[in-house]
């Protein structure tokens, strides 16, 4: 009996310490320099379709009570802009069959411009201070899971399921 328990004891390992592999270090940081460019392009145009008067009427209809505007609705070319991103995917893999890094920079600066400017919508239904909240809780969750995949060098996409679970459950609550 013994022995049963010893064959299913499970074998520690030892590993080495930690090597940084000085491809992968420049490749990560390539792409996360940018994804950074593309958050401040998007918060840039939020910011600018939220603010200033000329694009913010352009896309939204709203109502100013007590000196500040609040959102009413979308005009035609605000709900344009604001499915455009979806469209764009969907119909970009014509475009892509044979992708070039062109062809892909444009897609992706194309779409993070269009939701840049939708999210104006955002700047004008929320706070400021629920808005970089937010983005706080998602950049320290987008920093802190990105670190343990390259420090523990483990595939972390097992957790996609879950966490996608996870996530329309909080939406729904």
């Known amino acids: ?5 010893e064959s299913y004891r499970q074998k520690l390992t030892v590993t080495q310490d930690l090597v940084v592999d000085p491809a992968l270090r420049t490749y990560l940081l390539s792409v996360y ?4 460019l593309g958050l401040i392009l998007a918060a840039s145009l939020a910011y600018v379709t939220s603010s200033v008067p000329v ?3 352009l896309l939204f209809r709203t109502v100013t009570t007590a000196g500040a505007p609040r959102l009413a609705g979308l005009t035609s070319l605000g709900s344009l802009v604001t ?3 979806i469209l764009l ?16 920079g444009a897609l992706y600066w194309s779409v993070v411009a269009l939701i840049g400017a939708s999210m104006g919508l955002l700047v004008l239904a929320f706070t400021g201070a629920s808005i970089a909240t937010t983005f706080v809780v998602s ?3 987008f920093g802190g899971l990105s ?3 390259y420090l523990t060098k483990k595939d972390l996409s097992g957790l996609g399921g879950f966490l996608a679970t996870g996530v329309i459950g909080l939406i729904a609550t």
């Open 1 to 5: 009996m013994s022995n049963l328990h």
């Open 83 to 85: 499915i455009a991103p």
């Open 89 to 104: 995917l969907m119909f970009a893999g014509g475009a892509l069959s044979k992708p070039s890094p062109l062809r892909t």
């Open 147 to 149: 670190l343990t995949g």
């Open 139 to 141: 950049a320290a969750a």
């Open 55 to 57: 694009a913010r009427d």
């Open 33 to 36: 320099n940018k994804v950074a």
